[in-house]
C-alpha cells in the first residue's frame, strides 16, 4: 500500500484546467455543503473562492474552535546536525553550500535540551540534515534519551528511515515524525535534488506511512510552499493527509504550511505565494479536514502569525533558532531565516491577549507505570 | 418533586447532575468561575495535559477543591495504554475516579467498546470508579457493567461537534435497559439538549465543549446547569402520557353513553 498511484494519478489530471472553470457560484454551493469531497476541496482552492475569503475564514474559525478549542500547542525545533549529503537546490545545508558544519555532543543536546526547558516548552522538534552515517539512528537515541526526562513529547524531523528503525526511536521516546515531501511533481522534484538520498521521491513519499505503521502517534506532513503552483501542491498534499487519515486512523496526522524563506544559497522561489493565498490555503484545508493539526512556523512574520491564528492554526513553534546549538550558545548559520524571533514568553502573551490559551504539554509518556 | 435528589456514584453523593470538562478554555482560569456558575461537581480532566511540574501553569491549579476529579485516558489508542495512564493518574493524586476514553479513529474519535471493556475489567479490579466512554450499544453497555463498571457514559453524537442527541434511540434502549447509571457524554452543545436527555432519565450529562468555546463561558455554564436541573425535574414530575391522535370534544362513540344509544 503506497500513497504513490494516487500521487501519479493526480498529477496527470487537468487540475489547473479545473481550478479555472470554478466559478464563484461553484464555491457558494460548496460552502453550502456540510461534508467537502475532493473536488469540493480543489474548488475551495481556485481563484474563485479567492473572492469568499471571508465565508471560508469564518467556518474555519468556527470549525477550528469546535474541534481544538481556543488553545494553540507550542514547540521549538532542536537543531543537533547539519551535515548533510544532500543537493536540495533550495535549502541552506545544502552539500554544496560552504557554511559551517556541526553535530552537537551529546551534552551539548542536554545544554540545548535545559535552555529549551528553562522557556517552559516541553515538546520539542528534533533536526538534522541527511546523514546517517554521521547523525545516524544511534545518535538519535543517544539524544532523545538525554532530552526525554525535560520534555513529555519529542518529534524527529530527519531522513527518512525504514520502518524498524523508526520502531527503535519510539522504543527511545519519540512520539511524532515530521517529514515534508516539499514538492509533488516528479519531474520538479528531480530537478530540485541533483544529488543525494533525497533524490528518491518514491522512498521518501511513502516516509509517513512507515513511520505511522511503526506506531508514531503524530505524523506531520507538508509541501515547501513556492517551489511550483501553490494550489496544485496544497491540493495533492491534502488528499495525502487524507489517504494517511483514512488508512492509518489511530494516527493524529498533521500538516505544515512553510513558504519559501532567504537561505544560503541563491535559490528563487518559482512561485510567490501571498499573504490571502496562504489564508486560502489553509480554510480550505482546515474545512476539507477538520480534525487535521496544523502547524504554522516561525518562516511568518510575527504580525501574519498573530492574524491567522483564528483561521485553522493548532499548532505554532516559538523561541526558535535554526542554527545547531543556537539555543545555548551565540547562533551559527540556520538553515532559513526565521521572521518571527520573539521569545516564547513574548509569544504566550500574544496568545493570552487574544484570548488563547499557550498548551505547553499534550502527551503524557507511558514508559514511567506506577 | 423529590427532595432529596442526590446521585450516588461509587460512594459519592451529588446532587448536581452536570459533569463539566477543561478542555478547550482560552484561559484555564476561567474553570473556578464556570463551576460555580453551573453548579457542576464533577470535572473531568486529560492527564496528557497535565504537567506537574510546573505548578505554577497547571490546569490542576484550577480546579476547586470541593470538585470530584475525573482524570480520562484521552490519547490511549488501546486498552493497555489507558490502563497505563490510569495508574499514572493514581500514582499522581489524582484519585480513584478514571474515565476510559480509547479512541483509535482520529477522525471522528468514536470509541472502540472492545478494548474500553477490556480496560475497565483491569481497572474495576484494581479498586478504580471506572466509566468508560461508548457508543450508545446495549451489548458493549452489558459488558461494560459485567467488567464493573460504575456508570457507562454514551456519546450523544462525536466529540467536540455540539450536534446534539443524534444517538437518542439508542440512549434510551440503555436508560430503559441499564441498571448502571447512564450519563451522556459529548455531542451535547445546547442546554436545550441537556435538559432533553435528562427528562429521558439520563442520571447526568457531561458537557465540556458547549461550555468552553461559548462566548460566555460563565453564562452558558449557568444554563446548562440550569437545563439538567430541568431536565430531572420534568423527568422526576412524570410527564403525562403522549396521544397520536386529538381527542374531539365530540367524540364519534358518544351517543353510545346517551338515553337509548346504544342497544
Given at each position: 500500500?503506497?500513497?504513490?498511484?494516487?500521487?501519479?494519478?493526480?498529477?496527470?489530471?487537468?487540475?489547473?484546467?479545473?481550478?479555472?472553470?470554478?466559478?464563484?457560484?461553484?464555491?457558494?454551493?460548496?460552502?453550502?455543503?456540510?461534508?467537502?469531497?475532493?473536488?469540493?476541496?480543489?474548488?475551495?482552492?481556485?481563484?474563485?473562492?479567492?473572492?469568499?475569503?471571508?465565508?471560508?475564514?469564518?467556518?474555519?474559525?468556527?470549525?477550528?474552535?469546535?474541534?481544538?478549542?481556543?488553545?494553540?500547542?507550542?514547540?521549538?525545533?532542536?537543531?543537533?546536525?547539519?551535515?548533510?549529503?544532500?543537493?536540495?537546490?533550495?535549502?541552506?545545508?545544502?552539500?554544496?553550500?560552504?557554511?559551517?558544519?556541526?553535530?552537537?555532543?551529546?551534552?551539548?543536546?542536554?545544554?540545548?535540551?535545559?535552555?529549551?526547558?528553562?522557556?517552559?516548552?516541553?515538546?520539542?522538534?528534533?533536526?538534522?540534515?541527511?546523514?546517517?552515517?554521521?547523525?545516524?539512528?544511534?545518535?538519535?537515541?543517544?539524544?532523545?534519551?538525554?532530552?526525554?526526562?525535560?520534555?513529555?513529547?519529542?518529534?524527529?524531523?530527519?531522513?527518512?528511515?525504514?520502518?524498524?528503525?523508526?520502531?527503535?526511536?519510539?522504543?527511545?521516546?519519540?512520539?511524532?515524525?515530521?517529514?515534508?515531501?516539499?514538492?509533488?511533481?516528479?519531474?520538479?522534484?528531480?530537478?530540485?535534488?541533483?544529488?543525494?538520498?533525497?533524490?528518491?521521491?518514491?522512498?521518501?513519499?511513502?516516509?509517513?506511512?512507515?513511520?505511522a505503521?511503526?506506531?508514531m502517534r503524530v505524523v506531520?506532513?507538508?509541501?515547501?510552499?513556492?517551489?511550483?503552483?501553490?494550489?496544485?501542491?496544497?491540493?495533492?498534499?491534502?488528499?495525502?493527509?487524507?489517504?494517511l487519515?483514512?488508512?492509518y486512523p489511530g494516527v493524529d496526522v498533521?500538516?505544515?504550511?512553510?513558504?519559501?524563506?532567504?537561505?544560503?544559497?541563491?535559490?528563487?522561489?518559482?512561485?510567490?505565494?501571498?499573504?490571502?493565498?496562504?489564508?486560502?490555503?489553509?480554510?480550505?484545508?482546515?474545512?476539507?479536514?477538520?480534525?487535521?493539526?496544523?502547524?504554522?512556523?516561525?518562516?511568518?512574520?510575527?504580525?501574519?502569525?498573530?492574524?491567522?491564528?483564528?483561521?485553522?492554526?493548532?499548532?505554532?513553534?516559538?523561541?526558535?533558532?535554526?542554527?545547531?546549538?543556537?539555543?545555548?550558545?551565540?547562533?551559527?548559520?540556520?538553515?532559513?531565516?526565521?521572521?518571527?524571533?520573539?521569545?516564547?514568553?513574548?509569544?504566550?502573551?500574544?496568545?493570552?491577549?487574544?484570548?488563547?490559551?499557550?498548551?505547553?504539554?499534550?502527551?503524557?509518556?507511558?514508559?514511567?507505570?506506577? | 418533586?423529590?427532595?432529596?435528589?442526590?446521585?450516588?456514584?461509587?460512594?459519592?453523593?451529588?446532587?448536581?447532575?452536570?459533569?463539566?470538562?477543561?478542555?478547550?478554555?482560552?484561559?484555564?482560569?476561567?474553570?473556578?468561575?464556570?463551576?460555580?456558575?453551573?453548579?457542576?461537581?464533577?470535572?473531568?480532566?486529560?492527564?496528557?495535559?497535565?504537567?506537574?511540574?510546573?505548578?505554577?501553569?497547571?490546569?490542576?491549579?484550577?480546579?476547586?477543591?470541593?470538585?470530584?476529579?475525573?482524570?480520562?485516558?484521552?490519547?490511549?489508542?488501546?486498552?493497555?495504554?489507558?490502563?497505563?495512564?490510569?495508574?499514572?493518574?493514581?500514582?499522581?493524586?489524582?484519585?480513584?475516579?478514571?474515565?476510559?476514553?480509547?479512541?483509535?479513529?482520529n477522525?471522528?474519535?468514536?470509541?472502540?467498546?472492545?478494548?474500553?471493556?477490556?480496560?475497565?475489567?483491569?481497572?474495576?479490579?484494581?479498586?478504580?470508579?471506572?466509566?468508560?466512554?461508548?457508543?450508545?450499544?446495549?451489548?458493549?453497555?452489558?459488558?461494560?457493567?459485567?467488567?464493573?463498571?460504575?456508570?457507562?457514559?454514551?456519546?450523544?453524537?462525536?466529540?467536540?461537534?455540539?450536534?446534539?442527541?443524534?444517538?437518542?434511540?439508542?440512549?434510551?434502549?440503555?436508560?430503559?435497559?441499564?441498571?448502571?447509571?447512564?450519563?451522556?457524554?459529548?455531542?451535547?452543545?445546547?442546554?436545550?439538549?441537556?435538559?432533553?436527555?435528562?427528562?429521558?432519565?439520563?442520571?447526568?450529562?457531561?458537557?465540556?465543549?458547549?461550555?468552553?468555546?461559548?462566548?460566555?463561558?460563565?453564562?452558558?455554564?449557568?444554563?446548562?446547569?440550569?437545563?439538567?436541573?430541568?431536565?430531572?425535574?420534568?423527568?422526576?414530575?412524570?410527564?403525562?402520557?403522549?396521544?397520536?391522535?386529538?381527542?374531539?370534544?365530540?367524540?364519534?362513540?358518544?351517543?353510545?353513553?346517551?338515553?337509548?344509544?346504544?342497544?
Amino acid at each position: 500500500m503506497s500513497f504513490l498511484p494516487e500521487a501519479l494519478r493526480l498529477l496527470r489530471e487537468p487540475l489547473e484546467e479545473r481550478l479555472r472553470a470554478t466559478t464563484e457560484a461553484d464555491v457558494s454551493r460548496v460552502l453550502g455543503r456540510e461534508r467537502i469531497s475532493e473536488n469540493d476541496f480543489l474548488a475551495l482552492l481556485s481563484p474563485a473562492a479567492g473572492a469568499c475569503l471571508e465565508a471560508l475564514a469564518s467556518r474555519a474559525k468556527d470549525l477550528t474552535e469546535r474541534h481544538f478549542g481556543r488553545t494553540i500547542s507550542l514547540f521549538t525545533p532542536l537543531y543537533v546536525s547539519n551535515h548533510c549529503a544532500n543537493r536540495c537546490r533550495y535549502c541552506g545545508f545544502a552539500a554544496t553550500n560552504t557554511i559551517p558544519r556541526s553535530k552537537l555532543t551529546i551534552a551539548e543536546v542536554r545544554a540545548e535540551g535545559e535552555a529549551i526547558a528553562a522557556t517552559g516548552l516541553r515538546q520539542i522538534l528534533l533536526l538534522t540534515g541527511e546523514a546517517p552515517h554521521t547523525a545516524g539512528v544511534p545518535y538519535l537515541e543517544d539524544c532523545v534519551r538525554v532530552l526525554r526526562p525535560l520534555f513529555p513529547s519529542i518529534a524527529i524531523e530527519v531522513f527518512p528511515m525504514e520502518t524498524k528503525d523508526y520502531a527503535r526511536l519510539i522504543q527511545a521516546g519519540v512520539d511524532s515524525l515530521t517529514v515534508f515531501q516539499e514538492t509533488y511533481d516528479p519531474t520538479l522534484y528531480a530537478d530540485l535534488h541533483p544529488a543525494g538520498p533525497k533524490r528518491n521521491y518514491a522512498f521518501r513519499l511513502d516516509t509517513p506511512q512507515r513511520g505511522a505503521e511503526a506506531g508514531m502517534r503524530v505524523v506531520n506532513i507538508g509541501a515547501l510552499l513556492g517551489l511550483t503552483d501553490w494550489r496544485r501542491e496544497l491540493f495533492v498534499t491534502g488528499l495525502h493527509a487524507a489517504w494517511l487519515q483514512k488508512n492509518y486512523p489511530g494516527v493524529d496526522v498533521a500538516m505544515s504550511l512553510p513558504r519559501m524563506r532567504p537561505h544560503a544559497g541563491d535559490f528563487e522561489p518559482a512561485c510567490v505565494v501571498s499573504d490571502r493565498d496562504l489564508v486560502q490555503a489553509m480554510t480550505a484545508l482546515r474545512l476539507f479536514l477538520p480534525r487535521l493539526s496544523i502547524t504554522i512556523s516561525t518562516r511568518e512574520t510575527s504580525g501574519f502569525r498573530d492574524n491567522i491564528l483564528p483561521l485553522g492554526v493548532t499548532r505554532m513553534s516559538a523561541g526558535v533558532s535554526t542554527a545547531v546549538g543556537g539555543h545555548a550558545k551565540p547562533a551559527e548559520t540556520g538553515q532559513f531565516e526565521i521572521s518571527d524571533g520573539r521569545s516564547v514568553a513574548e509569544v504566550c502573551r500574544m496568545l493570552r491577549a487574544k484570548g488563547y490559551q499557550p498548551v505547553f504539554k499534550d502527551w503524557e509518556p507511558l514508559e514511567v507505570s506506577a | 418533586m423529590k427532595q432529596n435528589d442526590t446521585f450516588h456514584i461509587g460512594g459519592k453523593a451529588l446532587t448536581s447532575r452536570l459533569f463539566t470538562g477543561t478542555g478547550k478554555y482560552g484561559d484555564d482560569t476561567l474553570i473556578p468561575a464556570v463551576c460555580a456558575a453551573s453548579g457542576a461537581q464533577v470535572i473531568t480532566v486529560a492527564l496528557r495535559r497535565v504537567d506537574l511540574d510546573k505548578k505554577a501553569d497547571n490546569v490542576m491549579r484550577h480546579i476547586p477543591e470541593h470538585m470530584v476529579l475525573l482524570p480520562n485516558t484521552s490519547g490511549a489508542r488501546t486498552a493497555d495504554e489507558a490502563v497505563r495512564i490510569a495508574r499514572l493518574a493514581r500514582a499522581m493524586g489524582c484519585g480513584d475516579w478514571i474515565k476510559i476514553e480509547i479512541i483509535a479513529d482520529n477522525r471522528y474519535l468514536l470509541p472502540d467498546g472492545y478494548e474500553t471493556a477490556k480496560a475497565t475489567e483491569i481497572l474495576a479490579t484494581e479498586g478504580f470508579v471506572v466509566l468508560p466512554y461508548m457508543n450508545p450499544d446495549l451489548y458493549v453497555a452489558r459488558s461494560l457493567a459485567s467488567a464493573g463498571a460504575a456508570a457507562v457514559m454514551p456519546l450523544g453524537a462525536p466529540i467536540g461537534t455540539n450536534r446534539g442527541l443524534r444517538t437518542e434511540e439508542m440512549i434510551r434502549i440503555l436508560i430503559e435497559e441499564m441498571d448502571l447509571p447512564v450519563i451522556v457524554d459529548a455531542g451535547i452543545g445546547a442546554p436545550s439538549q441537556a435538559c432533553q436527555a435528562m427528562e429521558m432519565g439520563a442520571a447526568a450529562c457531561l458537557v465540556n465543549t458547549a461550555i468552553a468555546t461559548a462566548s460566555d463561558p460563565l453564562g452558558m455554564g449557568r444554563a446548562f446547569g440550569q437545563a439538567v436541573a430541568a431536565g430531572r425535574a420534568a423527568f422526576l414530575a412524570g410527564p403525562g402520557a403522549v396521544a397520536t391522535l386529538a381527542r374531539p370534544s365530540s367524540p364519534l362513540t358518544g351517543f353510545l353513553d346517551e338515553p337509548g344509544g346504544a342497544a
